[in-house]
T-cell receptor, first 114, second 113 residues
């Protein structure tokens, strides 16, 4: 039969603007979250992580916000550049289980217009 | 460069065959994870090893098996291959067994003809 690919949401932004990518996570017991960037032909690349005892964490040009009440994560990219174009995934896991298994979201495609 | 090395980059084979995918983790990392990325299922966890021992199993078929060797490299064995096994297979590694960043290799693209 015909296979149907995942329909990834797409965010299109102008170069230099700020980008906000959102993610709803599934497990209220999850307490560690990671954002990954995946470029075509490459594996997921670690961007930033956050633990559940924090609401916000900043890196270089990126900020992750965590709202545990509504199980929501966001990744903010400042001054978006063409090199930021990629698929972005959030991933969740839990300290309370003896495994590092990550559960990935479906991903968001970020397109940066020059 | 994540420091995780996967070989081969591409594999083309036929239904019913068996293949082995290899992964070398980052220096110092004790955990190795295998994930499958397909168009219709996204990134799915298959299995985790920590310091040579199986730590967790996910959506891994019985036709698939893995192991981690004393030098910490890992192999994923896929047998009786079916068309639906065509996917990208990623290996990731982390220092510990949980709650730490996982760093991914660039994957093996498996195509079943």
């Amino acid at each position: 039969g015909e296979s149907v690919g995942l329909h990834l949401p797409t965010l299109s932004v102008q170069e230099g603007d700020n980008s906000i990518i959102n993610c709803a996570y599934s497990n209220s017991a999850s307490d560690y979250f990671i954002w990954y960037k995946q470029e075509s032909g490459k594996g997921p690349q670690f961007i930033i992580d956050i633990r559940s005892n924090m609401d916000k964490r900043q890196g270089q040009r990126v900020t992750v916000l965590l709202n545990k009440t509504v199980k929501h994560l966001s990744l903010q990219i400042a001054a978006t550049q063409p090199g930021d174009s990629a698929v972005y995934f959030c991933a969740e896991t839990s300290y309370s289980v003896s495994t590092g298994k990550l559960i990935f979201g479906q991903g968001t495609t970020l397109q940066v217009k020059p | 460069d994540s420091g995780v090395t996967q070989t081969p980059k591409h594999l083309i084979t036929a239904t019913g065959q068996r293949v082995t995918l290899r992964c070398s983790p980052r220096s110092g990392d004790l955990s190795v994870y295998w994930y499958q990325q397909s168009l219709d299922q996204g990134l799915q966890f298959l299995i985790q090893y920590y310091n040579g021992e199986e730590r967790a199993k996910g959506n891994i078929l019985e036709r698939f098996s893995a192991q981690q060797f004393p030098d910490l490299h890992s192999e994923l064995n896929l047998s009786s291959l079916e068309l639906g096994d065509s996917a990208l297979y990623f290996c990731a590694s982390s220092v510990g067994g949980q709650g730490q960043p996982q760093h991914f290799g660039d994957g093996t693209r498996l195509s079943i003809l």
